[in-house]
């Protein structure tokens, strides 16, 4: 029998990788319900996007797209100036 020149494919390349990440993204979750603006006053849905420390968390984290990434942040920094948010940690 005759061996073939190919190597085997491997498993754990970095090309598959990228691809498989690739492929699960969700998508922005406002864009997904089709939500044109946020709204600094519905601060439950901010908290979210916050981490335990209190930083906006970032856009590979939350899934968000760059117009609602900015929009959330925007949203987050006047919530924090009304305190309806807090600055440090909760």
Do not use: W
């Amino acid at each position: 029998m005759a061996r073939s020149s190919k190597p085997a494919p491997r498993a754990n390349s970095k090309r598959n990788a990228r691809e498989e990440a690739r492929a699960k993204r969700k998508g922005c979750m406002y864009c997904r319900h089709k939500i044109d603006d946020i709204d600094y006053k519905q601060f439950q849905n901010l908290r979210v996007l916050i981490s335990e420390k209190g930083k906006i968390r970032a856009r590979r984290t939350t899934g968000l797209c760059r117009r609602h990434q900015n929009q959330a942040s925007a949203a987050i920094k006047r919530a924090r100036e009304v305190a309806l948010l807090p600055i440090a940690g909760a």
